[in-house]
């Protein structure tokens, strides 16, 4: 019978699930006030009571999530890894199509989209097969672990379309090879390979974009070609931010939301409106918050007690950053609209969930990095 040390709640990282908590908390007052009528005799829409149930959900599977040795990961990611591409399957030809995308499969009482915990299941099922590759063939096995790993998984998103998380899996990929070591003249190989074949690619890519894809990069390159039609999504996110100024306007008394100038104010543009309302100031507490976040989970990863782990904490905390660093510049117009999420703060039940298991699993890294468990 196993007995559970007291360190189990000592070294509980009570860091890393603060500031998940409180971002979370952040994204939900940010939601009440993006979706509010603009007039107060109108009923309130309830994206802001969904988000909370499913913040709850995403508590009890963090919980879980830690309760386990994150060993059981290393030892279920490949079957986890097929269940993955299963559903990615289901999706092309059972799933919802909302918005010109087919991402979600309905099951009745939800919806959840695949594609979001797929990227954690890709992250534990490449670092469970690079902890077991040693550095003299891991360079051999580049190649096939691309194949195997990275472009079907990578292909079936683009079909859906997913832009922003086939650009996701890709730097994941890219990061998990170079945090465990890859040959620098194999790396110099393929970014010059990458350099020449980029305009044949780009040519193919863009052929294979859907036209509001399409739209968006020419609105990105030039948002002032059709300000009103293309270009809308990005200048009103600038005009939104820039509204705020030092100290924003308020909580519950920012216009671009409530007044509907901004599409998608609760999902992807979700810190146009938190800027609108706080602020410069506001924006660089908030984002003070995420690099926290980055560093704690870098910390994981250098004290992690094995290979395995130190993978795993690397791509988790690769993964938020990307994400906060593409809506970001996505906000400030600094890159295309994608459709890519806030960590924790956009509205979305299975990327939430998603989130708080990846901050369960960094968790459960740094606070086992001794044995936790004796019979």
């Not at 999530?65 to 399957?89: E, M, N, P």
């Not at 989209?113 to 299941?121: C, R």
């Not at 600038?238 to 007044?259: C, D, E, P, R, V």
């Not at 996505?330 to 703060?345: D, E, I, K, Q, S």
């Amino acid at each position: 019978m196993l007995k559970i040390d007291r360190r189990l709640i000592k070294e509980f990282d009570w860091v890393t699930f603060s500031i998940a908590i409180l971002l979370s908390l952040i994204g939900i007052f940010t939601i009440f006030s993006a979706t509010r009528p603009p007039l107060e005799t109108s009923p309130h829409p309830d994206y802001f009571i969904k988000q909370i149930i499913w913040l709850i959900i995403s508590l009890i599977v963090l919980f879980v999530s830690v309760f386990f040795d994150y060993i059981w990961y290393k030892r279920f990611s490949y079957i986890l890894y097929f269940i993955g591409i299963f559903l990615l399957l289901v999706v092309l030809f059972l799933g919802k199509t909302s918005m010109g995308a087919q991402r979600w499969i309905n099951i009745g009482f939800f919806s959840f989209q695949p594609s979001e915990i797929f990227k954690l299941i890709f992250i534990l099922a490449i670092s469970n097969y690079l902890s077991n590759c040693n550095e003299s063939i891991i360079n051999r096995i580049s190649i096939k672990a691309l194949i195997i790993f990275a472009l079907i998984p990578i292909l079936l998103v683009l079909k859906q379309p997913d832009l922003g998380t086939s650009i996701l899996l890709m730097f994941l990929f890219a990061v998990l090879f170079i945090t465990k070591g890859i040959n620098k003249r194999i790396l110099i190989f393929v970014l010059v390979l990458g350099l020449i074949s980029a305009p044949f690619i780009g040519h193919i890519s863009w052929n294979s974009l859907k036209d509001y894809q399409k739209n968006r990069i020419i609105a990105f390159l030039d948002p002032d070609i059709d300000p009103t039609g293309i270009g809308y999504h990005i200048n009103q996110s600038k005009i939104t931010i820039g509204s705020g100024n030092f100290f924003g306007k308020g909580y519950l008394k920012g216009t671009q939301g409530a007044l509907k100038f901004l599409p998608e104010k609760h999902t992807d543009f979700i810190f146009s409106i938190f800027a609108e309302e706080w602020g410069f100031f506001g924006s660089v507490i908030l984002l003070f918050l995420y690099l926290l976040l980055f560093i704690r989970g870098i910390g994981t990863a250098m004290i992690a007690k094995d290979e395995f782990g130190r993978l795993v904490a690397s791509g988790i905390s690769a993964m938020f950053f990307i994400y906060f660093f593409v809506n970001i510049s996505m906000t400030l117009g600094m890159m295309p609209v994608v459709g890519v999420p806030m960590p924790f703060m956009s509205y979305g039940g299975t990327a939430l969930l998603t989130n708080f298991i990846a901050v369960g699993i960094l968790i459960n890294i740094r606070m086992r990095r001794f044995q936790l468990f004796y019979p």
